[in-house]
């Protein structure tokens, strides 16, 4: 019903804000990787949305990209998954990650999420194989399934401490044939810097 929100952002009261649209103030809620990249409160703002009605409330979500949007309407299709829980997974995880997660059917990088037991990371790995992927590219993205490879490589990094951010950021810089061992030390290195 409501697909796109474009007015003056009002209020910042994580993870909710209030959009002014010609005198009327939506309040939005957002997972964090939106709202860390809003502007200023009085600055033009422009969100996708999705609007949820309950039977107690009617309720916006906000997103800054259409991917964040397909991915969170994937999430909620999970049976378990509300739409507070796939804000929290879209609050914990980039698209990007999230779809790596997926597709390397990793239940370890969503259990590190509030509100995301081991069943629940189970269930969406299962439910999403194949979907998410679909859903972000059909939205624009360019996510492919990393190989065998590099989810070794990204595997250790993250076994050695690294963040998955940090460690799908050293990831992109390697050539597409490293092998494992040679993307490591190839990845550290990067990582050093």
Do not use: W
């Not at 309407?73 to 914990?92: D, E, F, H």
């Amino acid at each position: 019903m409501i697909g796109k929100l474009t007015g003056i952002l009002a209020e910042r009261n994580p993870p909710q804000i209030v959009i002014d649209c010609g005198g009327v103030g939506y309040e939005v809620d957002v997972p964090m990787s939106t709202f860390y990249n809003l502007p200023q409160v009085g600055a033009k703002v422009s969100l996708l949305t999705h609007f949820v009605v309950r039977e107690d409330a009617q309720i916006l979500y906000g997103f800054a990209s259409a991917d964040e949007r397909a991915a969170f309407r994937q999430l909620i299709k999970v049976a378990g998954v509300g739409p507070r829980t796939a804000l929290g997974v879209l609050s914990g995880l980039s698209v990007d990650e999230l779809a790596q997660a997926i597709a390397l059917q990793e239940p370890g990088r969503l259990v590190k999420i509030p509100g995301i037991g081991k069943k629940t990371a189970e269930r969406l790995l299962l439910e999403l194989k194949g979907k998410l992927g679909d859903a972000v590219n059909a939205a624009g993205s360019m996510i492919q399934p990393a190989g065998e490879t590099q989810a070794d490589i990204l595997q250790a990094l993250v076994a050695l401490g690294y963040s998955d951010k940090e460690a799908a950021a050293a990831l992109k810089t390697l050539p597409r044939d490293v092998g494992v061992s040679e993307g490591i030390k190839t990845a550290l290195k990067a990582l050093a810097k």
